[in-house]
C-alpha cells in the first residue's frame, strides 16, 4: 500500500483509483462495505482500490479542545486498510485550504484534477465542501459533470443495531468490547510503541507494556482481558495477556495509559510497537489496601483472563 498526503503532486501512477471516502474511524463493518463496493468497482474498470481519508480528523481541526474521541490513530488505521488490500491510501492534510474549498471546488480541484479517481464510493450521509453543504445527490452530479463514477453505500444495520464509530464508542465506555466487536468486525485494539513506566509492575512480579492513550477515545476504566500482537523487534508475534487500563489509584493521581502484562513472556519490548485488542472487560480499578492484596487480585485477574482467551 501506497500512502499520498499531497493531493497536488503525485505520481502518475498513483492516480486513477477506485477509492471510499470518509474518515474511517474504527475501520467498523460499515466502512468495510464502502470499501468492498470501492473494490467491486475497481475490479470492474481496472482500477486499483482506494481509500480517500483525512488528518487531522475534521472534528479535530474544528475543536481541538474537544475530548479525544478517535478509534484509532492514523497508523493503526494504515495498518488495518492494508490489511484489506487497499492499494493506495489518500490520506490527505486536512488544513484551512481543504476545509475552504466548496463541493464543486472539491470534486474538480482534489477528486478529479487532483488524485484523477474514476470512481468513488461514500455512505448515504456523506457531506463534503465548506459548510458540510455538499450531499450524495450533489457529488453524483459533479462525478457526472466531471466523469467520474459515484456509487452511494447505504447505512449498515449490525447484530447490535445500527454500526457507527459512535455507536461503537459507546459500547466501550459501557465497558462492552464484545459488542464494540460486532460492530467493528474485529476486536477494538490500542496500537502504538510501548514507552517507559515506573516499573511498578516488575516489582510486583507483573512486568507491563504501558502504551499512552494521548488522543483516543477510553473505553471503560478497568481491568481486561487482551490479545497481544508485537508487531516488531526480536519479540515479534502473538500472545494473551491481561491489561489495566486507568490512572493506577493505588499511586496516586495519573495520566490514563494501558498497562499490559503478557502470560509467558520474558523479555525487553521498550520501544517495540503492540497491537491491543479489548476482548472482555473483567472489573472496574480499584484501591487496595495494600500491595499483597493488589497482587492477590491481579493473581485472580490473570487466571480469569487465560481461562477466557484459551476459548478463542
Known sequence: MRTVRDYQFLNPDDRGASAAIGNFDGVHLGHRAVIELARKAGEEIGAPLGVLTFEPHPREYFAPSSTPFRLMNPEARAHRLE????????????????????????????????????????????RFGKGRAGDVELLGTLGAELGFGVTVAEILEGSVGRVSSTAIRQALTDGKPRDAAAMLGHWHRVEGEVIGGEQRGRQLGYPTANMS????????????????????????????????????????????????????????????????????????????????????????????????????
Open 83 to 126: 490489511r484489506m488490500g487497499v492499494a493506495r491510501l489518500y490520506e490527505l492534510n486536512f488544513n484551512a485550504a481543504l476545509a475552504g474549498l466548496s463541493p464543486a471546488e472539491f470534486a474538480g480541484q482534489v477528486l478529479d484534477e487532483g488524485l484523477g479517481l474514476r470512481h468513488v464510493v461514500v455512505g448515504e450521509d456523506f
Open 213 to 312: 492513550m494521548e488522543g483516543l477515545h477510553l473505553p471503560r476504566l478497568g481491568v481486561y482481558a487482551v490479545l497481544v500482537d508485537v508487531l516488531d523487534g526480536p519479540h515479534a508475534g502473538n500472545y494473551h495477556g491481561v491489561a489495566s487500563l486507568g490512572v493506577r489509584p493505588m499511586f496516586g493521581e495519573n495520566s490514563p495509559n494501558l498497562e499490559t502484562f503478557l502470560f509467558d513472556f520474558s523479555g525487553d519490548l521498550y520501544g517495540a510497537h503492540l497491537s491491543v485488542a479489548l476482548v472482555d472487560y473483567l472489573r472496574p480499578e480499584e484501591k487496595f489496601d495494600g500491595l499483597d492484596a493488589l497482587i492477590e487480585q491481579m493473581d485472580a485477574d490473570s487466571a480469569r483472563a487465560r481461562d477466557i482467551l484459551v476459548t478463542l
